[in-house]
């Protein structure tokens, strides 16, 4: 990875100290990218089963969109860590370091309000649902609580990398 460690993303991220969080968020993002190929080849799979096999793929849909909410939530601290979130930078282009670092301060901490929201309703559903033994009612029929697992852990990276970038801007060692 070059000494710039994030793109011309969300707000000029700086870079994270070596080490902290960077790996946990970083293996977020490759079990993120793998379950973006794994997707790939379920959808892939599941046309071929439908169109030349005449046998339709019952639970295709219902696994490929587990994957998709936990590929999500696992990638979100990474593409964070990055700056590579989508940004409006109509604002921030045009003002000055102190207002941009401002700005930076207050999406970091819209940030972290989301994620801590996401995260406490997420450990909510998750509770409910290993202690009532909720089932999902597609074909899978799978302990709801473990398709929701990557959500609760996707929040907590989130939290975690968007606290160590808020710190950073409030140090002022913000990334030019």
């Known amino acids: 990875m070059s000494d710039d460690e994030h793109g011309e993303g969300a707000q000029d991220a700086p870079s994270l100290p070596k080490g ?84 930076a301060v207050v999406a970091n901490l819209a940030v972290i309000g989301f994620a801590v929201v996401l995260a406490v309703s997420t450990w909510d559903s998750i509770s409910f649902a290993y202690d009532f033994g909720s089932y999902s009612p597609g074909y899978l029929e799978v302990a709801t609580w473990i398709p929701q697992l990557p959500m609760l852990i996707g929040a907590g990276l989130l939290i975690l990398v968007a606290l160590a970038i808020l710190i950073r801007h409030l140090a002022g060692k913000d990334a030019e």
Do not use: C, N
């Not at 490759?30 to 089963?49: F, P, R």
């Open 20 to 103: 902290f969080l960077t790996w946990p968020a970083w293996l977020g993002g490759i079990v993120a990218s793998a379950l973006v190929l794994a997707v790939m080849v379920l959808v892939v799979y599941a046309i071929l089963q439908r169109y030349f096999l005449d046998t339709p793929l019952k639970w295709g849909d219902e696994l490929a969109g587990y994957l998709l909410v936990a590929l999500v939530m696992l990638g979100a601290a990474e593409t964070l860590r990055h700056g590579e979130h989508i940004a409006i930078d109509l604002v921030t282009d045009r003002v000055g370091p102190g207002l941009k670092r401002l700005l």
